[in-house]
């Protein structure tokens, strides 16, 4: 006659635990990777458009030059004090013109 004494030959228990363990490492798993997800959605990134690196440039080399003629600025001081300097509407507008092209 064989005995089972404190239910030694039943592993049922042992295969529930097995399972549990199991399913407690799969759902870390799931947890890491949605964690890991969510970290590379706060990423942030920035792209600038080809206007804005033009103007960054532009703003890049006014900066950088910083040489004014003083002379030619004396001349045009003195030439609107005086009533000689006059403005080229055509021109003006032609310039201005240029000027929004370039920047497109």
């Not at 404190?6 to 759902?27: C, E, M, R, S």
């Not at 403005?87 to 497109?104: M, N, P, Q, T």
Request: proline share 2%; net charge positive; hydrophobic share 30%.
């Amino acid at each position: 006659m064989v005995s089972n004494i404190n239910n030694l030959g039943n592993n049922t228990p042992i295969k529930q635990q097995a399972a549990q363990q199991a399913q407690v490492k799969q759902q870390n798993t799931q947890a890491s990777t949605q964690t890991s997800q969510a970290q590379q959605v706060r990423q942030d990134s920035v792209s600038l458009t080809p206007q804005a690196r033009q103007l960054n440039e532009l703003q890049r080399r006014a900066n950088d030059s910083s040489e004014i003629n003083q002379k030619k600025v004396d001349q045009l001081k003195k030439a609107i004090e005086s009533g000689e300097y006059k403005v080229d509407s055509e021109k003006l507008a032609a310039s201005i013109a240029r000027f929004e092209f370039d920047l497109v």
